[in-house]
């Protein structure tokens, strides 16, 4: 339904999520996600000669397709890296050429893949090699293998310098390795790898900045289409040796099971299965996030996807502002801003900051009357659940991540549940009901945030016009929210504390 409706509908919606091919600002300032051709899973980025190159996990077509640039948003295939699957895999037939990574070195594109048949933790990263970055490639052999080291599933390479000293990350489901490379950097050198993280992650990518090593990586379920649930994770450490922890304080190495971590970047209603992504600075200082998207809203696809990684006042990453996919943004080169220091960017909004009553971010809202937090009920997860107030539990179903629109109206949406604060059914009378339910496009999902001064806010409701207040001016816990038109009440008035 949503595919018919068009970009002029979805534009007057302005709520959040609406797809970049459904947005009618096709200027030069502004990219658009996907960027990428079709397929490019698990991209790598390089830079040669004012041309970007991206490489890509093969598809039916290619082995490791090849994508040039020349103003790093406008991407178009050029040829495949390989044009034959290498034969030296010692047991497995038929195997894939994924996760490619690229780096120059020593007068040289390097340019290194996994090798390996789906499901089998028997694998290995080989490296193949050419004078220029479009190729064509000529295969070297295998770097590592299942069974050195004495350890298996040996794919998704990233490789770094560390003091001048090439080093090799890699892992997949059985722990995050690194070891050091020999100075050709077509070998290891046994007896230098260490441990950096646990299991059921992989697609390992470092990044240097804040004097801090960031180790970032994908968890979840890759590869199942819209059933997919990656996302990107991270830890850090002082040292490129580690020990690497996250936000929680946890040590990467403790990391048992499927989002164990603290996400940096997870899907929404447009963009599913944001994951193993490469980290690559812009020719303006800017940090950038290349990754993919197991499905969009429109196509059950991997598309190429591209956002900014900010960091917030802890000097933790930060990608699209808000930690979701944009469908659209500033351009590499144009003037920046998420506004509030980790909010906004997704669901159209031009990255310009927020502009409006309160800045982008997560907040608990409190009625201003009855003192009583915003919250769902029974901290609920599901379409049609409902929004009431209820004394402090200190449970995220009281928390909401705000974020502007480009129209100057705000996403709200539950911090525990992810889902849209809206009025139900779109309704526009008086007495509707609050809820919450998943991403629609429709402006019944989209407020504006008003100052009604002395720290106090209207939040009203972008379809109807009405605001949101607690019912007869309720004071108890559990009493419903709805919308009505202002009566000059304090129970329309709410405050917001920043999380």
């Known amino acids: 339904m949503l595919r ?53 996990t093969e598809t039916p077509q290619d082995i490791i397709p090849i994508a040039e640039s020349t103003d790093l948003f406008n991407w178009s295939y050029i040829a495949p890296a390989l044009t034959e699957t290498p034969d030296w895999h010692p047991t497995e037939s038929d195997p894939g050429c994924w996760a490619p990574d690229i780096r120059y070195h020593d007068g040289q594109y390097h340019l290194y893949y996994s090798l390996s048949v789906w499901g089998s933790d028997n694998a290995g990263i080989g490296l193949a090699t050419s004078d220029t970055p ?56 046994p007896g230098t790898e260490f441990h950096m993280a646990g299991d059921s992650i992989e697609g390992p990518v470092m990044v240097q900045a804040n004097g801090y090593w960031y180790l970032i990586y994908s968890s979840g379920q890759c590869c199942e289409g819209y059933d ?54 812009g020719p303006n200082g800017d940090l950038w996030c290349f990754y993919h998207v197991e499905a969009t809203a429109d196509d059950e696809t991997r598309y190429m996807m591209q956002d900014r990684i900010q960091f917030d006042s802890n000097d933790w990453p930060v ?30 909004d031009d990255g ?45 179903c009281q928390e909401w991540n705000v974020t502007s629109n480009s129209d100057g109206t705000y996403a709200i949406t539950n911090a525990n549940s992810g889902l849209w604060l809206e009025v139900a059914a779109a309704g526009t009378a008086e007495g509707d009901n609050i809820r919450q339910w998943s991403n629609t496009n429709h402006a019944c999902q989209a407020w504006t945030i008003e100052d009604a001064g002395g720290g106090q806010y ?42």
């Open 228 to 281: 997919s649930s990656y996302r990107l994770e991270c830890g850090r450490a002082t040292s490129f040796t580690g020990p690497y922890y996250n936000q929680n304080g946890t040590d990467l190495r403790d990391l048992s099971g499927s989002h164990d971590g603290v996400p940096i970047l997870e899907g929404n209603s447009q963009f599913t299965g944001p994951g193993h992504n490469d980290v690559f600075w």
């Open 4 to 56: 018919t409706i068009g970009a002029g509908s979805l534009a007057v919606a302005g709520a959040a999520g609406a797809s970049g091919s459904a947005v009618a600002d096709d200027s030069s300032t502004h990219y658009h996600n996907p960027v990428g051709p079709i397929g490019f899973g698990d991209v790598s980025i390089i830079e040669s000669g004012g041309t970007y190159y991206a490489y890509g």
């Open 134 to 189: 479009d190729g064509p490639f000529t295969d070297q052999g295998p770097v590592i293998q299942s069974g050195d080291l004495n350890l298996t599933n040996c794919i998704d390479a990233d490789t770094v310098m560390v003091n001048g000293q090439p080093w090799l990350v890699w892992g997949s489901y059985e722990g995050i390795y690194a070891v050091q490379m020999n100075d050709a950097m077509d070998d290891i050198v």
């Open 458 to 499: 209207r939040l009203v409701n972008a379809n109807s016009g009405l605001l949101a207040e607690v019912s007869g001016a309720g004071t108890a816990d559990g009493d419903n929210v709805q919308q009505w038109s202002d009566n000059g009440g304090s129970h329309q008035l709410w405050t917001f504390t920043s999380v």
């Open 319 to 348: 990608v699209a502002c808000n930690g979701e996919p944009s469908s659209q943004a500033p351009a590499p080169g144009e003037p920046f801003s998420c506004g509030g220091g980790g909010g906004g960017g997704s669901g159209g």
């Open 352 to 396: 310009s900051g927020s502009g409006g009553a309160i800045s982008d971010g997560t907040y608990r809202i409190t009625n201003a009357n009855s003192g009583l937090l915003l919250e769902v009920a029974n901290a609920g997860t599901s379409d049609g659940d409902n929004v009431r107030q209820w004394s402090d539990t200190g449970h995220s």
